[in-house]
């Protein structure tokens, strides 16, 4: 397959789940809306394994540090006065961090769809 055809396979990280998610929903936009989705979407996306490597620096350093990543504010802050939920809410975060990123990279692609979806 032509990289040119899917730039996707280009992200780290990406999962086949992501990637039909992404196939799924640019399906209906041409291809300058596709480009522009890219762009739009390459620059939020988050790795699953920086969110691993931000879960692993709560874990030791400050907790929460992950859940600011992805813009969970009211969590971060949670964790960080809680300490992680005396370590337990982070340790749970290292084993779903996928599923943190997975989430977060859903939202960003639906707002990278409807901002490429306006442009004409």
Avoid: W
Avoid at 12 to 34: C, S
Avoid at 62 to 79: D, I, K, N, S, T
Avoid at 97 to 107: C, G, V
């Amino acid at each position: 397959m032509d990289m040119y055809q899917n730039p996707y396979m280009s992200f780290p990280g990406i999962t086949p789940e992501e990637m039909g998610f992404l196939q799924q929903a640019t399906a209906e936009l041409d291809d300058n809306q596709k480009k522009y989705f890219y762009m739009i979407y390459s620059g939020k996306r988050k790795n699953p394994q920086d969110i691993l490597l931000f879960t692993l620096l709560g874990l030791v350093v400050v907790a929460g540090v992950q859940r600011f990543v992805v813009g969970q504010v009211g969590m971060g802050l949670l964790y960080l006065f809680t300490g992680g939920f005396c370590l337990i809410g982070t340790i749970v975060d290292l084993v779903n961090h996928k599923a943190i990123a997975t989430e977060f990279n859903r939202k960003m692609a639906y707002e990278s769809f409807q901002i490429a979806k306006m442009s004409n």
